[in-house]
């Protein structure tokens, strides 16, 4: 491969209001090339308008946590399994293990994936991918108890005829040469690691929202999740939407891509 190809996604369209907006601003005033539809979430409604709206192209961003204080959502197959006393997702996949069997829930994992596809299509949106929410896989690798995890997004994936764009093989991203995310790197982080890459495909993945009271009150000051919650999102935002990024790209001789172009590259 004789060219730097580089695709851009955005997390999490459909958690807040301030989500939905500020990864519509990366769309429309940014280098964003990608994001993923999560599915349970409370804003899906205005996502979905969006995305018909500005013929946004979306994945869905698989889900079976939800890590907010003040805001919740649940599995839309109300599966006892993946649920908490009050019907809730956990909060985290270790809280998951720690009340649940994963091994003995696959099925309903997978179920739980293809309900939340399910309502993508009867939207009336076809999902170009997709992604899996707080769950990088190579994290995971060799890990009995999370491997479920991965496996069941994968199997629903191909029942879809879609790809899983976080799949490693053999220890390494399969659809891309590396990948890794903005968030909570400085500029010159991010821009250093691009800047050593040579020919291939890369994946930039970044959680662009509006800094405002809305997005902070997600969670509480105190708590770890609040570091996640408006101001790193609203950085993030502002870099993908810089000239002083893009014209980064154009003097590394980058080329933006999104997911159908991804599949062509591959098809090479």
Not at 187 to 198: D, E, I, N, P, V
Not at 232 to 259: G, M, V, Y
Request: net charge negative; charged share 20%.
């Amino acid at each position: 491969m004789s060219k730097k190809y580089l695709l851009i996604t955005s997390d999490d369209f459909g958690i807040s209001h301030s989500v939905n907006q500020g990864i519509l601003k990366g769309f429309t005033h940014g280098l964003l090339k990608s994001s993923n539809f999560m599915a349970a979430a409370p804003w899906l409604p205005e996502a979905i308008r969006l995305a018909k709206e500005h013929d946004l192209p979306m994945g869905v961003h698989l889900t079976l946590t939800c890590e907010w204080t003040n805001m919740s959502c649940s599995p839309i197959t109300r599966a006892p399994s993946l649920s908490n006393n009050l019907g809730y997702f956990y909060p985290s996949y270790e809280e998951l293990a720690e009340n649940t069997d994963i091994k003995s829930a696959f099925e309903d994992i997978k179920q739980e994936y293809r309900t939340q596809i399910q309502r993508i299509l009867d939207f009336g949106v076809q999902p170009t991918h997709v992604e899996t929410h707080m769950t990088p896989e190579h994290q995971w690798e060799g890990n009995e108890t999370f491997l479920p995890i991965v496996q069941a997004a994968k199997e629903v994936a191909a029942e879809f005829g879609l790809i899983y764009t976080y799949a490693f093989e053999g220890g390494k991203p399969k659809y891309f040469n590396d990948s890794f995310t903005l968030t909570h790197l400085s500029y010159a982080q991010m821009t250093q690691r691009l800047a050593s890459y040579g020919d291939g495909i890369y994946h930039l993945v970044c959680h662009c929202a509006l800094d405002n009271e809305e997005q902070n009150a997600l969670a509480l000051p105190q708590e770890p999740g609040y570091s996640w919650a408006a101001q790193c999102r609203q950085i993030d935002l502002n870099i993908i939407t810089s000239l002083k990024f893009k014209t980064f790209l154009e003097e590394n001789n980058f080329t933006l891509i999104d997911i159908e172009q991804l599949l062509k590259l591959h098809q090479r």
